[in-house]
């Protein structure tokens, strides 16, 4: 059965208003890429929230999210350490 807990590893990225988020599971990135993400939403914003609620649906495991997160993040320029 594929995992849609936390990730073996959490992403920061700052925030819009200067400040840090630490996402450590799906759940987490995909309330941030709905609800905080800036207009710059290009294919690998889009590869991500799909990504996520496969994952939370579970039909892909959850380092498909991670990954697809820190993709969408580097595609609108938000600062990531993951």
């Known amino acids: ?44 914003y889009h590869t991500a929230v799909a990504a996520c609620e496969e994952v939370l649906s579970g039909h892909l495991p959850a380092y498909v999210a991670r990954i697809t997160f820190l993709d969408a993040s580097r595609e609108a320029g938000i600062a990531v350490a993951p």
Do not use: D, H, I, K
């Open 1 to 44: 059965m594929m995992s849609a807990g936390p990730w073996n590893e959490c992403v920061v990225v700052r925030s819009g208003e200067g400040g840090l988020a630490f996402v450590s599971t799906t759940s987490e990135a995909l309330a941030l890429l709905q609800e905080a993400w800036p207009q710059r939403r290009g294919p690998a």
